[in-house]
């Protein structure tokens, strides 16, 4: 591990660069990215090739299914080859066109440069030339992703987060050590302060071979003793058990559907195993590769503070270290499944720009900030998720807020006359106005708490129907960013309603004017 200890200040408020790449130069990426970048095209030349040898691996793997009439099967394309002798020249093709893309990639990548000044710049294309540059005041977090033959190369991916749809900068790929320095020197441009003329250091290119072998040397050594953060504090303030984590996996509420599909299999295969080998199969495959999936992603879970924000690291296979700069969370939710009640478990996830695309499956699970935790791990999450949140209001949230409602709850909850809309959770629906945040609590079955920085907080709303004016009552709606946060709690007293919307207003514009968590450091 590598010394915690920031960079020092340099004269006039500035810092010294970890990173040779942030002196405001044009760099290029890793000379290894055409490799990486060129791998996908060799996988699906692969597919191709493992399809068109369908009949031969199956003869192969499962010789009891081809003992079938002549002429039954279509004729295999390897005997094709072989009859005509042009199994040569096929191979030879093969290596043209491999040959072709990666020479290709490597044009890309020499036109592919970056520059890290006043903002993060990236130009890339050889035809068609791109352009985009990402200011520092609008970076909404940086993410470091090792995915795992990147990793067993010693590179990285890193993606800067920008303040829109579809505005992330990417670069991939990066040394694994280049990539966590450029990470820290962009968060700390972000923060407000500058960078000082730029350190002696040697940036990772020159000769190929060298390169690879450097590369390589890092990435099994990372893999023997494990990444290293180096501004991240040593220990992770959440820990998660195996025997929690896959018990929360079999406890949520998709273990529902999965049990519900189980059935389907038993009962289709006593009726028809054609409709279960291309129906059921398939949809259980799927669920277990969910779960699998899922569980991989939290067994490397970690959250810790940072001086530029909240470190999250997570995954096995893949691993993805994200910075989440303070001021960047717009809502955060605690979720409590039925099933997970006797063990006292609750998760965490939160409503923040990801500068991705809205069809980008990755964003719900960079939404996820605490997969599971007891009530102990859930406040310290939360304490540095919402430092701002004065020590008066913790009660508010622990007691009154998660596990509420307690004797003398400050929350507005829903009226007597209209508790027939909410004949379970009545006790628990409500709202709750303090100095920083709103809080919207909801749920008897499936339990959940909302909180709203007041400094993030868009605006705020009431909606009613012809049932809710019958009553008298209103829903309250909390308008943020989207995400996987619930932003509505209803039934409501119409009048409590008005008042908690007039007083989040005006408590909303005093927030925003005293907010300086954009330039944390300034």
């Given at each position: ?37 060129g ?11 493992v ?106 991916k ?43 250091g ?5 000769s190929?071979?060298r ?75 799927a ?45 955060i ?43 102990d ?50 006790r ?14 909801r ?40 995400g ?15 008042r ?21 450091a300034?």
């Amino acid at each position: 591990m590598t010394d915690a200890t920031p960079p020092p200040a340099a004269p006039g408020g500035r810092i010294t660069t970890r990173s040779p790449m942030s002196d405001g130069e044009w760099h290029r990426l890793h000379p290894l990215t055409p490799l990486l970048r060129g791998g996908l095209f060799l996988l699906v030349m692969i597919g191709i090739l493992v399809a068109n040898l369908r009949e031969r691996l199956f003869e192969l793997f499962f010789p009891v299914f081809t003992d079938l009439p002549p002429g039954a099967m279509p004729p295999d394309p390897v005997d094709f080859l072989f009859s005509h002798n042009l199994f040569l020249i096929a191979a030879g093709a093969v290596v043209v066109v491999l040959v072709i893309l990666l020479g290709a990639y490597r044009l890309s990548w020499r036109f592919h440069t970056l520059r890290i000044g006043d903002d993060v710049e990236v130009r890339s294309g050889v035809l068609f030339r791109t352009h985009r540059r990402a200011p520092l005041d609008r970076v909404q977090g940086v993410n470091l992703t090792r995915p795992m033959v990147a990793r067993l190369l010693g590179l990285a991916k890193l993606e800067v987060v920008g303040a829109g749809l579809d505005a992330n900068v990417k670069l991939e790929y990066l040394s694994a050590k280049d990539a966590d320095a450029l990470r820290s020197d962009i968060l700390r441009l972000a923060s407000g302060r500058r960078l000082a003329e730029a350190g002696p250091g040697t940036l990772a290119g020159g000769s190929l071979v060298r390169a690879t072998a450097e590369a390589v040397g890092s990435g099994i050594q990372g893999l023997v003793e494990g990444e290293d953060f180096s501004d991240a504090e040593p220990e992770s303030i959440v820990r998660i058990p195996l025997g929690r984590l896959v018990a929360s996996r079999v406890l949520s509420g998709s273990m529902l559907w999965l049990l519900g599909l189980v059935v389907a299999i038993i009962v289709a295969a006593s009726i028809s195993t054609v409709w279960l080998l291309f129906t059921v199969v398939p949809t259980f495959l799927a669920y277990g590769a969910y779960y699998v999936r899922s569980i991989a992603r939290g067994l490397r879970y970690s959250i810790a503070p940072t001086p530029d924000g909240v470190r999250l690291t997570f995954g096995l296979f893949t691993t993805i270290s994200e910075v989440v700069p303070p001021g960047r969370v717009h809502a955060i939710e605690v979720r409590q499944p039925l099933l997970w009640r006797p063990f006292g478990w609750w998760s965490i996830s939160v409503n923040r720009l990801s500068g991705r695309s809205s069809t980008d499956s990755s964003t719900d699970q960079l939404a996820a900030v605490l997969p599971v935790g007891t009530r102990d791990d859930v406040e310290r999450v939360l304490r540095i998720l919402a430092p701002s949140l004065p020590a008066e209001d913790w009660p508010r949230v622990i007691r009154d807020g998660v596990l509420g409602p307690a004797a003398e709850d400050p929350y507005v909850t829903t009226p007597h006359r209209a508790r027939i809309l909410r004949p379970l959770s009545w006790r628990r629906n409500g709202a709750l106005l303090s100095a920083d945040a709103l809080f919207l609590r909801r749920g008897w079955i499936w339990r959940s708490l909302s909180i709203f920085p007041l400094a993030r907080l868009q605006s705020i709303g009431l909606h009613q129907g012809p049932l809710a004016r019958t009553m008298s009552t209103a829903r309250v709606g909390a308008h943020v960013i989207s995400g996987t946060v619930q932003t509505t709690v209803g039934v409501l007293d119409r009048d409590a309603a008005v008042r908690l919307m007039e007083d989040t207003a005006r408590a909303t514009v005093a927030a925003a004017a005293k907010d300086r968590t954009h330039r944390w450091a300034g």
